[in-house]
């Protein structure tokens, strides 16, 4: 499935280019401008802001309290050494209709690994279309990279074997303090 798939990214000026998503380099995606624009009204329902990261030295975009979340454990983990926010447009056929996707995140690890995150409310996992949307997903970036969703606090692995992710002592603190400040029960 890999080989169907299309990478949209846009560069720091904010050039558009497209290629293969197997061929797309994780340093052209860390470098690039996020996809998606943010925009922010009084009254929204999510709270979008700016996150000033030490692992990248600059600000990182966040659309929710469970992607800040997210992105504090990614920050304080010393093996994540890049963090782009919604860093490409991937575009696939799926079941006879071309299927497109933006990711919350993508993490760069120390060890070369790159790690695509979407996080999602606890609650909308279990929503047929979500739950197709992580199949897809599964199958479209397994041969590059590893997928992670994220919901309520909690990491999520939609593969059918153990999670990749083992939250150290400090990384589970993180959680549970985001947990407690988002209201969230265990």
């Known amino acids: 499935m890999t080989g169907d798939a299309r990478v949209s990214v846009r560069d720091a000026a904010g050039s558009e280019s497209t290629a293969d998503l197997a061929l797309v380099r994780v340093e052209q995606l860390v ?82 690994g790159v790690c695509v995150v979407n996080v999602k409310p606890a609650d909308q996992l279990a929503v047929p279309a979500a739950q197709a949307l992580g199949l897809w997903q599964a199958a479209l970036y397994d041969q590059v990279a590893r997928l992670e969703r994220a919901c309520g606090g909690q990491l999520v692995n939609r593969r059918p074997r153990p999670p990749d992710v083992i939250l150290t002592p400090l990384g589970q603190q993180l959680c549970q303090q985001a947990r407690e400040h988002l209201g969230l029960q265990r």
């Open 31 to 112: 470098a690039g401008r996020p996809w998606r624009v943010f925009r922010w009204r009084h009254g929204q329902a999510h709270y979008s802001g700016w996150y000033w990261s030490a692992t990248t030295g600059g600000h990182v975009v966040y659309e929710s309290r469970l992607e800040l979340a997210r992105m504090l454990l990614a920050d304080f983990d010393p093996q994540v050494t890049a963090i782009a926010a919604q860093p490409f447009l991937v575009t696939a056929p799926s079941g006879g209709r071309m299927r497109r996707h933006v990711p919350d995140f993508l993490l760069a690890g120390r060890d070369g």
